[in-house]
Structure formats: structure tokens, C-alpha cells
């Protein structure tokens, strides 16, 4: 059986086609609690598989000021372009590009259905590469599935094995089961902040 190739030409096609079921059309419920809690709204904020960038357009309506989105996908590129163009060049920065080849500096990254799209053979260089995006003291933020998939994507996984992944690299704030997910994911996501610490001196 032929491997299944994530590149930009798959997710593109999904897109195209508007096969694109992990797209609630809006932000999620625990996510926007979360982003509720945040006093700072000139934090530089990155969405990484920013899909239809819900998050972003919840964020700028909120006076958030520094908010990147990136995607792989042109067509998702092009449509937030159309659907932000009030904010884009301003407080929204938008970029067609590969997340593992973006140089920047964060302090909070949103992880929302980025992280299960990718092949689990990449899932240690998402953390090095979320750990290099991050300032420090900055953190990593959003939601993973708690359970297991069959094909893919999406990949799932346990928050034993995420705990295992995360914690060389991070302080691990928070892992635990989501309490207000929708009704599709109740029970099958964890809601997670990770820290990038301080190095000794």
C-alpha cells in the first residue's frame, strides 16, 4: 500500500473539494475560554495549520493586535486573506508556507488539529520547532486527541505518550481531559499548556 503523502498538493485538494470535516466553524469552546483568560493582547500570538483561521478572526475581534497564521494549503491561504483583509498587514500577519520553515518568535502558540494532520514520525520535530518558535517563559497551548485513530489523518495518541514527547523540552503546566468539549469530541480531547522555560544559569 502506497504511503499517504501530507504535502501541500493533499491538503490543497481537501480544500478544493471542502473535505474538510475537522472544521467546526468556529473556535472551539475550551479554546475560547482559554483565550478569554488573556490579559495581554499585544502578546505575538502564531496559529500554526491555521485551516480556516477561526481562532485568528476570535482573537482580532478581541483586540488582539499581533496574531501569525500560517498554512500549507494556498487555497485556505487565499480565503483568509478574503475573509481577514481588514486586519491583514496590520495586526494579522498571513503566510503560505511550510510551519517547519518559519523563523520567528512567539509568545503563545494555539495548537488546534495541527499537531494530529501530521505524520506521528514528525511529532519530535513539532516539539523542537514549537520549542524554537517560543521567547521564553512563552507557551504552547490547545487541544490533542486523547485517543486512537485508524488510518490517518487524523493521528491520535494518549497524554502518557504526550507527556513523554513534551516533557524533555517543557514544563508542563497542564494536561488534562477537556471538560467542555463538543459533543462529537466529549471524552476524546485534552486541553494542554506547556512552557518553555527559563534556561539555568
Not at 488539529?113 to 514549537?130: E, G, H, N, S, V
Request: hydrophobic letters at 45%; aromatic letters at 12%.
Amino acid at each position: 500500500m502506497q504511503k499517504l503523502v501530507l504535502d501541500k498538493e493533499y491538503w490543497n485538494s481537501k480544500y478544493e473539494r471542502q473535505q474538510i470535516g475537522w472544521d467546526l466553524g468556529t473556535v472551539s469552546i475550551p479554546l475560547k475560554e482559554y483565550l478569554f483568560q488573556l490579559a495581554d493582547k499585544n502578546i505575538a500570538i502564531l496559529i500554526p495549520g491555521c485551516g480556516n483561521a477561526h481562532e485568528a478572526e476570535f482573537l482580532l475581534q478581541h483586540g488582539f493586535t499581533n496574531v501569525t497564521v500560517i498554512d500549507i494549503a494556498p487555497i485556505a491561504v487565499e480565503a483568509i486573506k478574503i475573509k481577514l483583509k481588514e486586519y491583514d498587514n496590520k495586526e494579522l500577519h498571513v503566510i503560505c508556507g511550510d510551519f517547519f520553515e518559519l523563523n520567528a518568535v512567539f509568545d503563545l502558540i494555539i495548537e488546534q488539529t495541527f499537531f494530529c494532520a501530521l505524520d506521528p514520525l514528525l511529532r519530535k520535530a513539532y516539539r523542537d520547532k514549537m520549542f524554537d518558535l517560543l521567547s521564553q517563559e512563552g507557551k504552547l497551548a490547545g487541544l490533542l486527541f486523547n485517543r486512537i485513530f485508524e488510518g490517518g489523518p487524523p493521528f491520535g495518541g494518549s497524554r502518557e505518550e504526550y507527556l513523554q514527547l513534551f516533557s524533555s523540552k517543557f514544563t508542563v503546566k497542564l494536561m488534562e481531559e477537556c471538560h467542555n468539549s463538543i459533543i462529537p469530541r466529549a471524552g476524546s480531547e485534552l486541553f494542554f499548556v506547556l512552557v518553555k522555560p527559563t534556561p539555568m544559569l
